[in-house]
Each structure stands twice: as structure tokens, then as C-alpha cells.
């Protein structure tokens, strides 16, 4: 079993860079892709970005040349680089992996943007 935590959230004003972790640990030699989910109050929770074990992305159109996710294998860790936030982008966000994609999570870390 795969645990995850995530780290780096904090408030920020718009149009400010923020940069979250989530590093796993446990049998992470089953990790294939890993990502990262929102949650705004009130909303689903949303799909931001993915990448594979290989090394592809994949991002949500909303985030789409802004955000940057990326992973470091030795450390089992991925990242999310969030550049030029917007008051939209505030939403508690949350790492998954596969396999059990969207299964387990962790406890999440909140981004907050003012305008």
C-alpha cells in the first residue's frame, strides 16, 4: 500500500508561483503514474495533471501552460509547479497514484489565491 502526503500549499496573491510535493511512500515500487486532483468548496474534485512513469504529462485545459508537473523517481516524489495563479486555482489539491488510481489519497494541501 501506497501512502502520500502532500506539502507546499499556502496563499499567494494573483498571479504569484507556488510549488506543492507529494512524496510517497510504502510499496511504492508499484508506482506507475502518479498526479494531482482540486477540490474547490462546493465543487468535484478535478483533474489537474498527470504523468507516467516515462515521463509524459498530461494537464487539464484550465492549467494548460501554467502549471508544470514533473516527478523525481529516487526521492518518490512529484511536484506541481503553479505559475501565474488566479482566484480560481484556490481548491484544496490532493496526489493520487496508480495502480488504484483516485482510490487513496493524500490529506491534501490548500492553495489559496487572492485577487
Known amino acids: 500500500q501506497v501512502q502520500l502526503v502532500e506539502s507546499g500549499g499556502g496563499l499567494v496573491q494573483a498571479g504569484g508561483s507556488l510549488r506543492l510535493s507529494c512524496a510517497a511512500s510504502?510499496?511504492?515500487?508499484?508506482?506507475?503514474?502518479m498526479g494531482w486532483y482540486r477540490q474547490a468548496p462546493g465543487k468535484q474534485r478535478e483533474l489537474v495533471a498527470t504523468?507516467?512513469?516515462?515521463?509524459?504529462?498530461n494537464y487539464a485545459d484550465s492549467v494548460k501552460g501554467r502549471f508544470t508537473i514533473s516527478r523525481d523517481n529516487a526521492k518518490n516524489t512529484v511536484y506541481l509547479q503553479m505559475n501565474s495563479l488566479r482566484p480560481e486555482d484556490t481548491a484544496v489539491y490532493y496526489c493520487?497514484?496508480?495502480?488504484?488510481?483516485?482510490?487513496?489519497w493524500g490529506q491534501g494541501t490548500q492553495v489559496t489565491v487572492s485577487s
Open positions: 493520487t497514484s496508480s495502480p488504484g488510481w483516485a482510490t487513496h
Open positions: 510504502g510499496t511504492i515500487f508499484s508506482i506507475n503514474a
Open positions: 504523468i507516467t512513469s516515462d515521463g509524459s504529462t
